[in-house]
């Protein structure tokens, strides 16, 4: 990660001295000269991160590099922003700010130069990778991502657990006269959740209960988040926005009235604490005969607590010959042998597992990525011996794993450890993200490609987990082991990358801690400034995560070199000196309501001064305080690529200043305006020509899309979504002419409609909602109608009794998508088979 940090830094230095010239008029040549002299230190730590865990010496000579690379990217970041800010400063202040950077730049030069003369201490005289370039295998010898998002490829990692499997099965299906909890016990990475999973999805299961629900607790346990997880699992009606506004105590009577009179299987996974049980089993009642609470955690004192009559199901470690069956089919995936000239060293690793399933699934992935030779299989092997003087099994295969990833994907594995414990993690907002920080130099459908490759290829070492996919098949969300992530965490600490703080009291920081580049903060916590205030010189992202009563009464000006900041309650004072953050690129908002009768919120009208802005979220935790005024400076953001609103109803913002936005690529937004406005919304979105993702939300409007809208020469528009009254649907060559996905909500439409999105020609995913149509019968009469469609969603079409698709029609349909249709009796017989029901 040494080689990581100068290579950000070099590169950072490079953007600067073409991009900003200007600002660095009077030490260009003193950036430019340390580059060069971080640029030939870079090429001696190839294998730092190898080498330092043999060598303390070494260790400590990695540090310092590190310490003067991240010194470097502050001293220049900081001089480049003073002189943005302050473009209006007279001569004698710009000669004294340009006097202090050429003094820092000097002293850091000559720290480097002195680091540099060190390595031949160390015996540093070369790279030991430079022989083994062209390691990894072709793409025909890997496991492809697509094969890892099969919902049965966990499953499979299951080795020989036939007893287990049937002693829960028994423990599970008896019928006892009263509610009963089963527990899997074991230490992380044994399959307890997968075991789990396996169990949630058996078909004997599936038909012995009558509802289910399978939640996550985890380390960072939530009562309320879990009693709204498994209320909205057994009672699939029930309104989320509705439960928030529960207490606690109230949504565990609800649960208690929901599952009282059913047999009930409810699933907690990963439970740490006897008190998380003491909070929860209340809402459990009796249930009817058989019902059951089946745990998996790691403490087998939280299992007897549980339920001192049933004897935990404690999986075993696998024995050699099971380890070496795992090993092939993630190191070999297709083939039924592993090479002989192989196996004796995939034995001596499997010894070194100890029997650990995740140990042998992470190794497998990385194996999977190497040359099937003795040599390079050696090696790997070598790598392991070495670690396991200081560290155990499981650790030694992750830093093994770790060490052996790109260092562009280092740091697209730490950064994953910034979000919550069983997070489900969005492709889309690690786009936004990425780009931000500046892991991604791309834009666009470039950089959506570029974070999947960087997901699909940590898949395929088996270092992340596919959470979920779209409607279409592509990677929607991503998931990381706790294991994984705790390693992510520790790791990010050592490189001063990242920090977390989640749930437990806050203490100063210290100094090296204060140097970190990212800082999360889960749940509430007080004096939050005075924690942060250490931090601000060197932050370049603060993210809060379920912040729901704290109150950040300090304002973020001296977070001057921030370029991310997300999930900021407002209102709040933190955001009113927002526009000194110049360097701001990802800003995330979160509006709460600070008083019963406060109805809306106004934002400041400094946020017109980030000119660097990339993406602005705003969005709301109450689904009745959604009104914001917005100030009219929005328009000044001509960086600016989503504008991302919500459910947050727009007050006053001036929509015809909104073409001024041009490298707008995702627009989200609702309206409340007057129908004559609409019409000028609609022109001015016309002149988004790079817009790539419209939701338009007129439905509060009392208007009705314009006929006249056209959005034929918005090229790059793959996706879509309208809400509010249309009723005649405009032309097929007036829709974008790319377009892959649509859905439409209280559109009202006209019934010849439905030959008119027929016509679109590359329309894979269409939506019909809520009063989208108020027909009995939908008819799809021509013979070449949705000639690419996939899959068609019907939901809340309460007046719809029947579909028919004539012969010719929809020929390419792989899934049909029925939720809330009651009164449907008829769809043709060729769908029967793929059709699915909610």
């Given at each position: 990660m040494?080689?990581?940090?100068?290579?950000?830094?070099?590169?950072?230095?490079?953007?600067?001295?073409?991009?900003?010239?200007?600002?660095?008029?009077?030490?260009?040549?003193?950036?430019?000269?340390?580059?060069?002299?971080?640029?030939?230190?870079?090429?001696?730590?190839?294998?730092?991160?190898?080498?330092?865990?043999?060598?303390?010496?070494?260790?400590?000579?990695?540090?310092?590099?590190?310490?003067?690379?991240?010194?470097?990217?502050?001293?220049?970041?900081?001089?480049?922003?003073?002189?943005?800010?302050?473009?209006?400063?007279?001569?004698a202040?710009?000669?004294?700010?340009?006097?202090?950077?050429g003094?820092?730049?000097?002293?850091?030069?000559?720290?480097?130069?002195?680091?540099?003369?060190?390595?031949?201490?160390?015996?540093?005289?070369?790279?030991?990778?430079?022989?083994?370039?062209?390691?990894?295998?072709?793409?025909?010898?890997?496991?492809?991502?697509?094969?890892?998002?099969?919902?049965?490829?966990?499953?499979?990692?299951?080795?020989?657990?036939?007893?287990?499997?049937?002693?829960l099965?028994?423990?599970?299906?008896?019928?006892?006269?009263?509610?009963?909890?089963?527990?899997?016990?074991?230490?992380?990475?044994?399959?307890?959740?997968?075991?789990?999973?396996?169990?949630?999805?058996?078909?004997?299961?599936?038909?012995?209960?009558?509802?289910?629900?399978?939640?996550?607790v985890?380390?960072?346990?939530?009562?309320?988040?879990?009693?709204?997880?498994?209320i909205?699992?057994?009672?699939?009606?029930?309104?989320?926005?509705?439960?928030?506004?529960?207490?606690?105590?109230?949504?565990?009577?609800?649960?208690?009235?929901?599952?009282?009179?059913?047999?009930?299987?409810?699933?907690l996974?990963?439970?740490?604490?006897?008190?998380?049980?003491?909070?929860?089993?209340?809402?459990?009642?009796?249930?009817?005969?058989?019902?059951?609470?089946?745990?998996?955690?790691?403490?087998?004192?939280?299992?007897?607590?549980?339920?001192?009559?049933?004897?935990?199901?404690?999986?075993?470690?696998?024995?050699?010959?099971?380890?070496?069956?795992?090993?092939?089919?993630?190191?070999?995936?297709?083939?039924?042998?592993?090479?002989?000239?192989?196996?004796?060293?995939?034995?001596?690793m499997?010894?070194?597992?100890?029997?650990?399933?995740?140990?042998?699934?992470?190794?497998?992935?990385?194996?999977?990525?190497?040359?099937?030779?003795?040599?390079?299989?050696?090696?790997?092997?070598?790598?392991?011996?070495?670690?396991?003087?200081?560290?155990?099994?499981?650790?030694?295969?992750?830093?093994l794993?770790?060490?052996?990833?790109?260092?562009?994907?280092?740091?697209?594995?730490?950064?994953?450890?910034?979000f919550?414990?069983?997070?489900?993690i969005?492709?889309?907002?690690?786009?936004?993200?990425?780009?931000?920080?500046?892991?991604?130099?791309?834009?666009?459908?470039?950089?959506?490609?570029?974070v999947v490759?960087?997901?699909?290829?940590?898949?395929?070492?088996?270092?992340?987990?596919?959470?979920?996919?779209t409607?279409?098949?592509?990677?929607?969300?991503?998931?990381?082991?706790?294991?994984?992530?705790?390693?992510?965490?520790?790791?990010?600490?050592?490189?001063?990358?990242?920090?977390?703080?989640?749930?437990?009291?806050?203490?100063?920081?210290?100094?090296?801690?204060?140097?970190?580049?990212?800082?999360?903060?889960?749940?509430?916590?007080?004096?939050?400034?005075?924690?942060?205030?250490?931090?601000?010189s060197?932050?370049?992202?603060?993210?809060?995560?379920?912040?729901?009563?704290?109150?950040?009464?300090?304002?973020?000006?001296?977070?001057?070199?921030?370029?991310?900041?997300?999930?900021?309650?407002?209102?709040?004072?933190?955001?009113?000196?927002?526009?000194?953050?110049?360097?701001l690129?990802?800003?995330?908002?979160?509006?709460?309501?600070?008083?019963?009768?406060?109805?809306?919120?106004?934002?400041?009208?400094?946020?017109?001064?980030?000119?660097?802005?990339?993406?602005?979220?705003?969005?709301?935790?109450?689904?009745?305080?959604?009104?914001?005024?917005?100030?009219?400076?929005?328009?000044?953001?001509?960086?600016?690529?989503?504008?991302?609103?919500?459910?947050?109803?727009?007050?006053?913002?001036?929509?015809n200043?909104?073409?001024?936005?041009?490298?707008?690529?995702?627009?989200?937004?609702?309206?409340?305006?007057?129908?004559?406005?609409?019409?000028?919304?609609?022109?001015?979105?016309?002149?988004?020509?790079?817009?790539?993702?419209?939701?338009?939300?007129?439905?509060?409007?009392?208007?009705?899309?314009?006929?006249?809208?056209?959005?034929?020469?918005?090229?790059?528009?793959?996706?879509?979504?309208?809400?509010?009254?249309?009723?005649?649907?405009?032309?097929p060559?007036?829709?974008?002419?790319?377009?892959?996905?649509?859905?439409?909500?209280?559109?009202?439409?006209?019934?010849?409609?439905?030959?008119?999105?027929?016509?679109?020609?590359?329309?894979?995913?269409?939506?019909?909602?809520?009063?989208?149509?108020?027909?009995?019968?939908?008819?799809?009469?021509?013979?070449?109608?949705?000639?690419?469609?996939?899959?068609?969603?019907?939901?809340?079409?309460?007046?719809?009794?029947?579909?028919?698709?004539?012969?010719?029609?929809?020929?390419?349909?792989?899934?049909?998508?029925?939720?809330?249709?009651r009164?449907?009796?008829?769809?043709?017989?060729?769908?029967?088979?793929?059709?699915?029901?909610?």
């Amino acid at each position: 990660m040494a080689e990581f940090a100068i290579s950000t830094v070099v590169e950072k230095l490079t953007s600067c001295i073409t991009e900003e010239a200007l600002l660095l008029e009077g030490v260009g040549g003193k950036v430019e000269q340390l580059r060069n002299e971080l640029r030939w230190m870079q090429s001696f730590l190839k294998d730092a991160d190898t080498e330092q865990e043999k060598n303390e010496r070494f260790r400590n000579w990695v540090s310092q590099i590190r310490e003067v690379a991240l010194d470097a990217e502050d001293v220049i970041a900081t001089y480049i922003a003073e002189a943005a800010s302050h473009s209006s400063w007279n001569i004698a202040a710009k000669l004294i700010n340009l006097h202090q950077a050429g003094k820092k730049i000097r002293e850091i030069k000559f720290t480097v130069q002195n680091i540099s003369s060190q390595k031949a201490h160390f015996g540093i005289t070369g790279t030991a990778r430079e022989g083994r370039e062209g390691t990894s295998a072709s793409p025909n010898e890997r496991l492809r991502w697509w094969r890892h998002t099969s919902p049965n490829i966990e499953e499979d990692d299951l080795v020989d657990l036939v007893e287990d499997t049937k002693a829960l099965l028994t423990q599970l299906s008896s019928m006892d006269p009263h509610r009963r909890v089963v527990s899997i016990v074991g230490m992380g990475g044994l399959g307890k959740t997968t075991l789990a999973k396996k169990l949630y999805n058996h078909c004997d299961i599936t038909k012995q209960f009558d509802c289910k629900a399978f939640v996550y607790v985890s380390n960072d346990y939530s009562r309320r988040d879990t009693l709204q997880g498994i209320i909205a699992a057994t009672s699939p009606d029930c309104n989320m926005e509705d439960l928030k506004k529960l207490a606690e105590e109230a949504l565990v009577l609800k649960l208690y009235e929901l599952l009282k009179e059913r047999r009930y299987l409810v699933v907690l996974d990963d439970i740490w604490q006897t008190e998380v049980w003491d909070s929860m089993q209340s809402a459990f009642p009796r249930g009817k005969k058989g019902s059951k609470v089946m745990l998996t955690t790691r403490n087998k004192e939280v299992a007897l607590y549980a339920d001192p009559m049933n004897e935990p199901i404690e999986p075993r470690f696998l024995t050699q010959e099971q380890s070496l069956l795992l090993l092939r089919k993630k190191a070999f995936p297709g083939m039924n042998e592993m090479p002989s000239d192989l196996e004796n060293l995939g034995r001596q690793m499997m010894a070194k597992c100890g029997g650990l399933p995740l140990a042998v699934v992470v190794l497998g992935g990385l194996l999977s990525t190497k040359r099937k030779t003795v040599e390079e299989w050696r090696r790997v092997l070598q790598s392991i011996d070495s670690r396991l003087i200081d560290q155990d099994r499981l650790s030694a295969v992750l830093a093994l794993s770790y060490n052996d990833l790109p260092f562009p994907l280092k740091s697209c594995f730490l950064y994953l450890g910034i979000f919550p414990e069983d997070s489900s993690i969005l492709k889309t907002k690690l786009i936004q993200l990425w780009v931000a920080e500046g892991f991604l130099l791309q834009q666009g459908e470039e950089a959506a490609e570029s974070v999947v490759e960087c997901l699909n290829k940590l898949v395929d070492r088996c270092m992340i987990q596919v959470g979920t996919l779209t409607s279409l098949g592509s990677l929607k969300a991503v998931h990381m082991h706790d294991v994984l992530r705790d390693f992510s965490i520790s790791k990010g600490r050592e490189e001063s990358f990242l920090e977390i703080y989640s749930g437990q009291k806050i203490e100063s920081p210290t100094s090296q801690r204060t140097k970190c580049r990212r800082l999360a903060i889960h749940g509430d916590h007080h004096d939050l400034y005075v924690f942060l205030k250490p931090y601000a010189s060197c932050l370049r992202s603060l993210q809060f995560f379920n912040i729901r009563y704290s109150k950040l009464d300090f304002v973020f000006k001296d977070f001057k070199l921030l370029k991310v900041l997300d999930g900021v309650p407002f209102p709040s004072r933190a955001l009113s000196a927002v526009g000194n953050l110049i360097q701001l690129r990802y800003l995330g908002v979160v509006l709460r309501r600070s008083h019963m009768w406060q109805l809306q919120l106004k934002l400041p009208r400094s946020i017109g001064k980030l000119k660097n802005l990339q993406t602005l979220k705003v969005e709301t935790s109450d689904p009745d305080f959604r009104w914001c005024y917005f100030p009219d400076v929005i328009w000044k953001l001509k960086n600016l690529r989503h504008l991302l609103l919500g459910q947050v109803i727009i007050m006053n913002f001036r929509l015809n200043t909104i073409n001024n936005l041009t490298n707008l690529r995702r627009l989200q937004i609702a309206l409340l305006s007057q129908p004559e406005h609409l019409k000028s919304v609609v022109s001015n979105i016309e002149r988004l020509h790079c817009l790539e993702s419209l939701s338009l939300d007129f439905n509060l409007s009392n208007s009705t899309l314009p006929r006249a809208i056209s959005l034929s020469h918005l090229e790059h528009l793959r996706k879509l979504d309208l809400e509010g009254e249309i009723k005649k649907l405009p032309d097929p060559h007036q829709f974008p002419p790319n377009l892959i996905k649509l859905s439409l909500f209280n559109s009202h439409l006209e019934e010849d409609s439905i030959v008119k999105l027929g016509s679109l020609p590359n329309l894979k995913m269409l939506l019909l909602g809520l009063n989208s149509c108020n027909w009995t019968t939908l008819v799809c009469s021509s013979s070449e109608g949705f000639p690419q469609l996939h899959i068609l969603h019907l939901q809340c079409l309460w007046f719809l009794e029947e579909l028919i698709v004539e012969e010719g029609a929809m020929m390419k349909l792989k899934n049909l998508k029925i939720s809330r249709c009651r009164g449907l009796r008829q769809i043709p017989e060729r769908f029967k088979l793929l059709t699915t029901y909610s």
